[in-house]
């Protein structure tokens, strides 16, 4: 049987009429009509909903943005360790090329002076020549034929042809440095060039991954600043599903005021009664307390149900109440489900009776999964079974 409940205070009119000023809803509360009523609820209920959609969207999209500015991340760090491995190669062959460059012209200036010596040589050993075929048959004769003896002569003569032949090894050797020299001086260029093209290419290499950081940079800013605009969006939907869901459970609370029906059912069944409202012996502190609801016995994950129809008014996790559903049946009445291992509901959502709500569990300061049911009437909790009778 149906427990009629009063009709409720005045104030709550006045309540209600500033909130829904406050919301600039065209609604004049005296003469809200049930219809008006319900088709405001209905299209408030609609927008909460849309709301929750985008909401819902908004935050898949923060997740994908999540992971795409991880990957951002981890490629801007595998593009600096590339960048770091870059400018160590360049440093390498531009000290190797310093060294070549300097090898080089240590090599030109020994060419050079070999050059010198050489040509040195040659003018020395010229005007020997010059001076033997000038005045040569005369000096050459005199030298041999002013030997004393034909020992003498013999032996001025081999000395003359060893001079001779002396000096055309000296020149012969010369000539050999000098050309070894030119082909050293012809490596170490060959070497400088192949070294002047390997860091023109470390070069590039390295400016190709300075514009490849300046991107992934770029990349990882832009998902910043995308992220940050649609965290605004998200608060932005919060704060206006926060004023929907107040403004679904303000007329909610006026229909079931109007109405003034409150029959609850069961949160759950088989109905199982394992503690009452009243003082007992808490199980857990181990003292005497006072115990605000009523136990009932489930299974861990049974659905839970909502003993009557109203808005859900509040879902929270607490140490005492473990994971709580408050659902608003207007006319000041709540009804409180505690311990729940699961939440199907959010605020400002209307529930139907019976509708599931929760899943039951051991959450919060429980010894084993149960329902605690509370029923409190303006704000004070109450009895459940003085509301219930089944
Ligand atoms: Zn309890």
Redesign the pocket.
Same mark, same amino acid.
């Given at each position: 049987m149906p427990v009629r409940m009063q009709r409720r205070i005045r104030w709550a009119w006045v309540a209600l009429g500033a909130l829904l000023l406050n919301m600039a809803l065209p609604l004049r509360p005296q003469a809200a009509q049930a219809n008006d009523i319900r088709a405001q609820l209905e299209q408030a209920q609609r927008d909460l909903e849309a709301v929750r959609r985008k909401q819902k969207e908004v935050q898949n999209e923060l997740a994908d943005l999540a992971f795409q500015a991880e990957e951002a991340e981890a490629q801007l760090r595998l593009v600096e360790a590339e960048l770091v491995q870059a400018n160590a190669n360049l440093a390498i062959v531009a000290a190797e090329y310093e060294e070549v460059s300097a090898e080089l012209e240590l090599v030109q200036a020994e060419v050079a002076l070999a050059q010198a010596r050489y040509a040195e040589k040659r003018k020395i050993l010229g005007d020997r020549i010059r001076a033997m075929r000038e005045n040569g048959p005369v000096d050459k004769l005199s030298v041999l034929f002013g030997a004393a003896t034909f020992r003498e002569f013999i032996s001025r003569a081999e000395i003359l042809a060893t001079i001779a032949r002396k000096d055309r090894e000296l020149v012969e050797q010369m000539k050999a440095e000098k050309l070894a020299l030119e082909e050293k001086q012809r490596q170490v260029e060959g070497r400088k060039t192949r070294l002047a093209a390997l860091k023109a290419e470390a070069e590039e290499y390295q400016a190709t991954v300075v514009a490849k950081r300046e991107e992934r940079e770029q990349v990882s800013r832009s998902l910043e600043d995308r992220r940050q605009a649609l965290a605004a969006q998200l608060d932005e939907m919060e704060r206006y599903g926060q004023q929907l869901a107040e403004q679904v459970a303000a007329l909610v609370r006026e229909l079931n005021r109007q109405a003034g029906v409150f029959a609850p059912i069961p949160p759950v069944t088989p109905v199982i009664i394992t %503690?009452h409202f009243g003082m007992r012996w808490h199980p857990i502190l181990g003292t005497q307390r006072m115990?605000?609801?009523? %136990?009932f016995a489930a299974n861990y994950g049974q659905t839970v149900r909502a003993i009557e129809a109203g808005v859900v008014l509040q879902t929270s996790y607490d140490d005492v109440y473990g994971n709580l559903v408050i659902i608003d049946h207007g006319g000041g009445i709540t009804s409180w489900y505690?311990?729940n291992s699961r939440i199907l509901v959010s605020p400002g959502q209307a529930v139907s009776q019976g509708e599931a709500i929760a899943l039951a569990g051991s959450t919060g300061w429980?010894t084993g999964p +149960?329902v +605690?049911l509370e029923i409190h009437v303006d704000g004070v909790q109450k009895n459940p079974l003085d509301y219930i009778n089944w």
């Open positions: %503690d115990h605000y609801g009523t %136990d505690a311990h429980s +149960h +605690h």
